[in-house]
Structures are given as structure tokens and as C-alpha cells.
């Protein structure tokens, strides 16, 4: 059974700061990785999708790598804003289904 | 495109009742998806469907009932609401390109409390 974590929980950091977050998964045969965010109270949005095949995806101020073979992903955020302030969540899909099975997700604040 | 739709967006139920959480998506999506997210947790899969018809168990099924009659919706039935069942519910859709580029989009949620 695939297992997804993310640690630390939660992280602050002051404005500007750039900085990495971490996913972790048990089963190397995965379809892709998914990074999304989640603000209170809200639905999830995707920011980044890796295809099994590929290391990485950028996206803006945003950079996501995928090492199956280490069962690790991250997400790295540059120059960090007061508005990224939210839960990022990383989720391991596996097969034509496209199930996805996500971690807990990491709870970000950005200080002005 | 309105995307994803869910509703309603919070209910109180109480503990023996029924309710249908709806979900619609406008995006000619074939698959979708129910999860569930309790505090601090990340989302588990409830059911799924692959297309109008077809629906399949996810990790965490009991207590719930699905149907696929069309492409666009994807209701979630609960037949006796117990306390455990307090969670926030999120649809979401995909393409099923098998490709590994399917990216799922999610509705806003429906919050839902069991007393």
C-alpha cells in the first residue's frame, strides 16, 4: 500500500526566505506526483504535475523534482510571499485510474 | 466554465439520516472522484468512476453509495449518518488520458457535521 508523508506539518519562515518542502512515498511505481495548494476553508488547486518519466516542473517562482528510485519529491519555493500562506499537499498517482493517494499535507506561513 | 460544483456547501445531519452530496463537473471530465479530509489529515479516496456506469470502491467506501448516470455528475449518497462521517467532502474530476498528465481539479467542498 502506497504511504505519502510530508514533515515537518507546519513551517514559518519570514517573507523572501526561499525554501524547500518535502514528500516522501513507499512504492517507486508511480504514474505521476502532484503538488497542490489548499487555502482555509477551500477546495485544492494543482500547481505542479510530474510525469513519472520526467525529474522535474517549474511553474513560475515555484520548482517541483521527483526522485522515484529514493521514493522523494520537492517542492521548492523561491523568494516566498505573504500570499503563499497555505497547506501544501503532495499526492502519488498510480495507474490508468489515476487514483491518487495524498499526504497530510504541510501548513505554510509567510511573515511579513 | 464553472469548473467543479459541489453542494450543498455545509450541512448538519443528524445521527440515522440521509443525505446526497451533489457534484457536477462542466468539463467533459470521465473520470471522478470522492475524497473526504478530517482535520490535520490528507484526503482518502471514498469512491471513483471512470465513466457513466462504471464506479469503484476506494480506501475508505463504508457507509456510502455512489451512481453515474451521466458524464457531468457524481452524486454521494450517505444512508445512516453516524459521528464518524463529520468530515469535509471534495469531488473532483479528470481526463483519463492515460498518459500520467491527468491532473484531477476540485470542487470547493461540502462541509459537512453529524450530531
Known amino acids: 500500500k502506497q504511504e505519502v508523508t510530508q514533515i515537518p506539518a507546519a513551517l514559518s519562515v519570514p517573507e523572501g526566505e526561499n525554501l524547500v518542502l518535502n514528500c516522501s512515498f513507499t512504492?517507486?511505481?508511480?504514474?505521476?506526483l502532484q503538488w497542490f495548494r489548499q487555502d482555509p476553508g477551500k477546495g485544492l488547486t494543482s500547481l505542479l504535475l510530474i510525469q513519472s518519466s520526467q525529474r522535474e516542473q517549474t511553474s513560475g517562482r515555484l520548482n517541483a523534482s521527483l526522485d522515484k528510485s529514493s521514493g522523494r519529491s520537492t517542492l521548492y519555493i523561491a523568494a516566498s510571499q505573504p500570499g503563499d500562506s497555505a497547506t501544501y499537499l503532495c499526492?502519488?498517482?498510480?495507474?490508468?485510474?489515476?487514483?491518487?493517494?495524498f499526504g497530510k499535507g504541510i501548513t505554510l506561513s509567510v511573515r511579513p | 466554465n464553472a469548473g467543479v460544483t459541489q453542494t450543498p456547501k455545509f450541512r448538519i445531519l443528524k445521527i440515522g439520516q440521509s443525505m446526497t452530496l451533489q457534484c457536477t463537473q462542466d468539463m467533459n471530465h470521465n473520470y471522478m472522484y470522492w475524497y473526504r479530509q478530517d482535520p490535520g489529515m490528507g484526503l482518502k479516496l471514498i469512491y471513483y468512476s471512470v465513466g457513466a456506469g462504471i464506479t469503484d470502491k476506494g480506501e475508505v467506501p463504508n457507509g456510502y453509495n455512489v451512481s453515474r448516470s451521466t458524464t457531468e455528475d457524481f452524486p454521494l449518497r450517505l444512508e445512516l449518518a453516524a459521528p464518524s462521517q463529520t468530515s469535509v467532502y471534495f469531488c473532483?474530476?479528470?481526463?483519463?488520458?492515460?498518459?500520467?498528465?491527468?491532473?484531477?481539479?476540485f470542487g470547493p467542498g461540502t462541509r459537512l457535521l453529524v450530531l
Open positions: 499526492a502519488v498517482g498510480a495507474g490508468a485510474n489515476s487514483k491518487l493517494t
Open positions: 473532483a474530476s479528470s481526463f483519463g488520458t492515460l498518459t500520467g498528465w491527468e491532473t484531477q481539479y
Open positions: 512504492d517507486s511505481a508511480i504514474y505521476n
